[in-house]
């Protein structure tokens, strides 16, 4: 696997469901972030983490709870979710925070609240 | 509030044909990114554009910066079908570069 790979690539939940959203990163960058990219809105950016540790949480509902056990993999976890989260959920990576770091991103998860 | 506007939202235009499409941001950035997105796909990122001025150029695409007038064009030059997709700029802010703001995107359709 090269590059930053999501799991799944769909997913259909009902509001009372606990879920979660995987990501990795095979390019050794430091930082992480998860972006929502809904249908009418442009592309948001939620969490963003470096070397495992949460640096911003974009005012996020907490029924989206993000976990980055390592600098590789970034997980989102779903819970008791609404119709209006149906979206795009983006993963992607840097180098580092500062600088001239692009973001490479995820082909991302396609998720249906129902 | 950085704000980020494209325009158009969407295009269609034929084969062969050029256009621009626009991106206007509304407070100072250090930097102006471009990226594509195929349907169902990630983003690929186009380009990173650093300074007042900056052009670069990729087959059929231009990319340029104009810091002044807080605007970034994107131009194609004789579209080609495979260049349908949506583009994005994005602009990071000033004070933490790694947030990015997103435009909404410009939805191209090539016509043969």
């Known amino acids: 696997e090269t590059g930053v790979t999501q799991t799944p690539r769909h997913l259909v939940m009902g509001m009372t469901n606990k879920k979660s959203l995987k990501c990795e990163q095979h390019l050794g960058h430091n930082a992480m972030y998860w972006y929502k990219q809904s249908a009418k809105k442009p592309l948001e950016l939620m969490f963003v983490?470096?070397?495992?540790?949460?640096?911003e949480n974009n005012s996020v509902p907490s029924r989206f709870s993000p976990e980055c056990p390592n600098s590789s993999h970034l997980f989102l976890h779903l819970h008791t979710l609404q119709p209006e989260d149906s979206a795009l959920y983006l993963c992607?990576?840097?180098?580092?925070?500062?600088?001239?770091?692009?973001?490479?991103f995820g082909p991302g998860t396609r998720l249906t609240v129902t | 509030e950085l704000k980020v506007e494209q325009n158009p939202l969407f295009l269609s235009m034929q084969e062969g044909k050029n256009y621009t499409i626009y991106c206007n941001y509304s407070t100072t950035s250090d930097r102006l990114y471009w990226y594509r997105q195929d349907p169902g796909k990630s983003l690929e990122s186009l380009f990173v554009?650093?300074?007042?001025?900056a052009v670069k150029q990729e087959g059929r695409l231009m990319a340029s910066l104009d810091t002044k007038a807080r605007l970034s064009t994107l131009h194609i030059t004789a579209a080609v079908h495979d260049l349908s997709a949506t583009y994005f700029c994005a602009v990071d802010k000033k004070d933490s570069s790694y947030k990015l703001i997103f435009g909404s995107g410009t939805r191209l359709l090539v016509r043969p």
């Open positions: 983490y470096n070397f495992k540790e949460q640096t």
């Open positions: 554009l650093l300074s007042n001025g």
């Open positions: 992607a990576s840097s180098p580092g925070l500062a600088g001239n770091y692009e973001q490479y």
